[in-house]
Nanobody
Framework: QLQASGGGLVQTGGSLRLSCAASGRTFSSHTMGWFRQAPGKEREFVAAIRRIDGRPYSADSVKGRFTMSRDNAKNTVYLQMNSLKPEDTAVYYC???????????????????WGQGTQVTVSS
């Protein structure tokens, strides 16, 4: 089970840190990802950390602003979001997958486990 938290209302240029705590199983052997979904839009990839080598991946729209990290000892992943923009407003979901080819790391359907989502609202 994945539990996302840390969302909220922030002004343009502000920062938030999202957390995703795992329970019931150890996710250290899983690739972990963050996705987001704005009203009326499809769910989109934000960032991921590959299980094999810990290499991070991020969407072009958030590069240089968002950083994903993981703490396996705490069974938790984080998404540090800086320089937030109104277009970052969405429900953010954490997800996990045990296996999958690299080319699908940005594909939401390749993830098996999902958290409930946390709302991030960036005001202009």
């Amino acid at each position: 089970q994945l539990q996302a938290s840390g969302g909220g209302l922030v002004q343009t240029g502000g920062s938030l840190r999202l957390s995703c705590a795992a329970s019931g199983r150890t996710f250290s052997s899983h690739t972990m990802g963050w996705f987001r979904q704005a009203p009326g839009k499809e769910r989109e990839f934000v960032a991921a950390i590959r299980r094999i080598d810990g290499r991070p991946y991020s969407a072009d729209s958030v590069k240089g602003r968002f950083t994903m990290s993981r703490d396996n000892a705490k069974n938790t992943v984080y998404l540090q979001m800086n320089s937030l923009k109104p277009e970052d407003t969405a429900v953010y979901y954490c997800a996990a997958r045990l296996s999958g080819i690299l080319s699908t790391i940005r594909t939401s359907t390749s993830y098996n486990y999902w958290g409930q989502g946390t709302q991030v609202t960036v005001s202009s």
